[in-house]
């Protein structure tokens, strides 16, 4: 696709409810970021895929914090048994080869739970 | 661990002057990256500059230029002749290039007409 999309834009849960966010990254992007941004701050790094591998998951905050990237293309980020702290927006990114390359992020999707 | 300050939590300029939007960073690398992004209300994040490490040059983009100071760790954001579009936060960002992307907690920007 022409950008890096992201459903549903927004999703409200209730506690203990569980969830799963998806990314379409931009065809051909070799890596895809998950961060999570709480209200009035900066994004914060969650996890990192490399094609179909997660090389780094060291952000996820617990272990109620799943992500995948089976076929080295869309990627879902799945919550279990939400907690009102896990409201937040979460951003998908993607980007090419490394080097510093520029990171295409989607609209994100705002979770809020109830 | 590296780290990326934003100092100025809310910035105000008049329609078409000039403002500057400041960033330090922390970092034992010597090869790195830094980036400033918008972040519209919109949500989606877009890239407004880029800047190599090893280049002395500081970047620009038409009404956008940095001020890189590598020795001070400091990348600033110049905006000339700001427009009602230039509204958004600001993010300045770091990777070393292998993948994870470091921001600070962002700077809104307020264009007063």
């Given at each position: 696709g022409a950008g890096v999309s992201q459903s549903p834009r927004y999703k409200v849960a209730k506690r203990g409810q569980d969830v799963a966010l998806r990314c379409d990254p931009i065809s051909g992007h070799v890596s895809l970021f998950w961060y999570q941004q709480a209200l009035g701050q900066g994004p914060e790094f969650l996890t990192y895929f490399q094609n179909e591998a997660q090389l780094d998951k060291s952000g996820l905050p617990s272990d109620r914090f799943f992500a995948e990237r089976p076929e080295g293309s869309v990627s879902t980020l799945k919550i279990q048994r939400t907690q009102q702290e896990d409201s937040a927006v979460y951003l998908c990114a993607s980007s090419g080869a490394g080097g510093g390359t520029e990171a295409f992020f989607g609209q994100g999707t705002r979770l809020t739970v109830v | 661990a590296q780290t990326v300050t934003q100092s100025q939590p809310e910035m105000s300029v008049q329609e078409a002057e000039t403002v500057t939007l400041s960033c330090t960073y922390d970092t034992s690398e010597s090869d790195y990256y830094l980036f400033w992004y918008k972040q519209p209300p919109s949500r989606q994040m877009i890239l407004v500059i880029r800047q190599e490490a090893y280049k002395q040059q500081n970047a620009t983009e038409n009404r956008f230029s940095v001020n890189f100071q590598k020795a001070a760790k400091s990348f600033s954001l110049k905006i000339s002749d700001?427009?009602?579009?230039?509204?958004a936060m600001y993010f300045c960002a770091y990777t070393t290039g292998l993948y994870k992307y470091i921001f600070g907690t962002g700077t809104r920007l307020k264009v007063l007409a």
């Open positions: - | 700001s427009q009602l579009g230039d509204a």
